[in-house]
C-alpha cells in the first residue's frame, strides 16, 4: 500500500526523507569518484539528501526522526507531509506533529529552523541533546508557546503519536563536531547519540539507528530477530575517505561503524536474525551507492537494502 493512500489500516509505517550523511550526495564541494560520477551522468548513481525518517500509523499524522538540513526540499517531495485540505484545516496546518532527534549532529537538527514559522508540534529529545539545543540561541526562534519540548529518558518507552509508542536507548557514538575538544571520544555510551525503537499498535517494531560507533553485546541482544533496522551505514571501508584523498578521518574517528569488515554492521548483523535489514546515513564517498558497483552485491547478497529517499517501509 503506498504511504499516500489513504490508510486502509492502523500499521507501522515509514517514509525515508532523506539517506545521505552529512552533506548529501552528491556532496556540493566534493569530486569524490561517487559525486564526479553522478555529475557526469554515469549510471548507477542516484541523488540522496540528508538524514531523516518520517513515522506513521495511520498515514494522516507523523513523526520525524531528526530534521536536517534539507528539510524543506524533503516535505516538499513528500505529498503525506503537505498541509491538508484548507477547507477542513485551514490555511496554516501540518501533519507533523512530533520531531524526535537522535543526536546533536548539524545534519540532524538544522531542519529544526524550517519548522519556526508558528505551528504547533513538540520537539522530543534525550536531556543531553535538550542541552544542547537550550544552549543554542537559535532554537529560539521555534516558538515555546507551540513548540513543546519534552525530555525523555533512556530505555522508557513513550507515546510518540497516538498508537506509536517510542523508547530511545544509547548506542556508542560522540558529541557533535561544533562540541568537540581537544581529546575526542568516539565511543561514548549516554544521551549524546541515540537510537529509536518504534512498536506500532500491532507490536510490530522497527529500529532506527542512522548513528553508531560499534555494536556491543547489549545492542545485539536488543536487535535480535526484530522486524526492522534502519541502521548507520556511513562507511563501506573505515578509512575510505583517507584512501579517497578526500578527508583525514576514518569512520570510527567521526562515531560510524564501516558496513565491510570483521567488525563491520554486515558481520555484526549476520547471526541476528534481522528480518529487514536497510543502510541510512550513507556518506558521499561510500562505493555501494553505486547500485552496479561491488560493494553494493556484497551488500545485497547479504541481505542488506541501500535507503534512498522517498524509500517506503511498512510493517
Known amino acids: 500500500m503506498s504511504l499516500r493512500a489513504e490508510a486502509a489500516s492502523v500499521r507501522l509505517r515509514a517514509l525515508?526523507?532523506?539517506?545521505?550523511?552529512?552533506?548529501?550526495?552528491?556532496?556540493?564541494?566534493?569530486?569524490?569518484?561517487?559525486?564526479?560520477?553522478?555529475?557526469?551522468?554515469?549510471?548507477?548513481?542516484?541523488?540522496?539528501?540528508?538524514?531523516?525518517?518520517?513515522?506513521?500509523?495511520?498515514?494522516?499524522?507523523?513523526?520525524?526522526?531528526?530534521?536536517?538540513?534539507?528539510l524543506g526540499s524533503q516535505?516538499?517531495?513528500?505529498?503525506?507531509?503537505?498541509?491538508?485540505?484548507?477547507?477542513?484545516?485551514?490555511?496554516?496546518?501540518s501533519p507533523i506533529g512530533a520531531v524526535l532527534v537522535t543526536n546533536g549532529d548539524i545534519d540532524h537538527?538544522?531542519?529544526?529552523?524550517?519548522?519556526?514559522?508558528?505551528?504547533?508540534?513538540?520537539?522530543?529529545?534525550?536531556?543531553?541533546?535538550?542541552?544542547?539545543?537550550?544552549?543554542?540561541?537559535?532554537?529560539?526562534?521555534?516558538?515555546?508557546a507551540l513548540v513543546r519540548r519534552r525530555v525523555v529518558t533512556l530505555d522508557t518507552p513513550f507515546e510518540l503519536l497516538p498508537n506509536l509508542t517510542a523508547t530511545l536507548f544509547a548506542v556508542p557514538g560522540k558529541v557533535p563536531l561544533y562540541l568537540e575538544g581537544d581529546v575526542v571520544e568516539t565511543d561514548l555510551e549516554g544521551e549524546q547519540t541515540v537510537g529509536v525503537e518504534l512498536r506500532g499498535p500491532g507490536g510490530e517494531g522497527m529500529f532506527y539507528i542512522p548513528g553508531c560507533a560499534?555494536?556491543?553485546?547489549?545492542?545485539?541482544?536488543?536487535?535480535?530477530?526484530?522486524?526492522?533496522?534502519?541502521?548507520?551505514?556511513?562507511?563501506?571501508?573505515?578509512?575510505?575517505?583517507?584512501?579517497?584523498?578526500?578527508?583525514a578521518k576514518t569512520g570510527k574517528r567521526m562515531g560510524h561503524m564501516s558496513m565491510a569488515g570483521e567488525d563491520g554492521?554486515?558481520?555484526?548483523?549476520?547471526?541476528?536474525?534481522?528480518?529487514?535489514?536497510?543502510?541510512?546515513?550513507?556518506?558521499?564517498?561510500?562505493?555501494?551507492?553505486?547500485?552496479?558497483?561491488?560493494?553494493?552485491?556484497?551488500?545485497?547478497?547479504?541481505g542488506w537494502e541501500i535507503a534512498f529517499d522517498g524509500m517506503e517501509i511498512e510493517l
Do not use: Y
Open 109 to 144: 537538527v538544522a531542519g529544526l529552523l524550517t519548522l519556526r514559522e508558528k505551528q504547533a508540534f513538540e520537539l522530543l529529545s534525550t536531556a543531553g541533546i535538550a542541552t544542547v539545543l537550550d544552549a543554542n540561541p537559535i532554537f529560539s526562534a521555534l516558538d515555546p
Open 214 to 247: 560499534r555494536m556491543t553485546p547489549k545492542l545485539a541482544a536488543r536487535l535480535e530477530g526484530a522486524d526492522c533496522v534502519l541502521f548507520d551505514g556511513t562507511v563501506w571501508h573505515d578509512d575510505e575517505m583517507i584512501r579517497m584523498g578526500v578527508g
Open 265 to 302: 554492521s554486515i558481520a555484526a548483523f549476520a547471526p541476528l536474525g534481522v528480518r529487514r535489514r536497510v543502510f541510512v546515513h550513507i556518506n558521499n564517498t561510500n562505493p555501494a551507492l553505486n547500485r552496479f558497483s561491488p560493494e553494493r552485491a556484497e551488500a545485497t547478497q547479504a
Open 75 to 93: 516535505i516538499l517531495k513528500s505529498a503525506v507531509l503537505h498541509p491538508d485540505d484548507p477547507e477542513r484545516a485551514g490555511l496554516r496546518h
Open 16 to 70: 525515508v526523507l532523506g539517506a545521505a550523511a552529512g552533506g548529501g550526495f552528491p556532496q556540493w564541494n566534493c569530486n569524490c569518484a561517487n559525486c564526479a560520477a553522478f555529475r557526469r551522468g554515469d549510471a548507477g548513481f542516484e541523488a540522496r539528501t540528508q538524514s531523516s525518517l518520517a513515522v506513521s500509523v495511520d498515514g494522516r499524522s507523523w513523526a520525524l526522526l531528526n530534521a536536517s538540513p534539507d
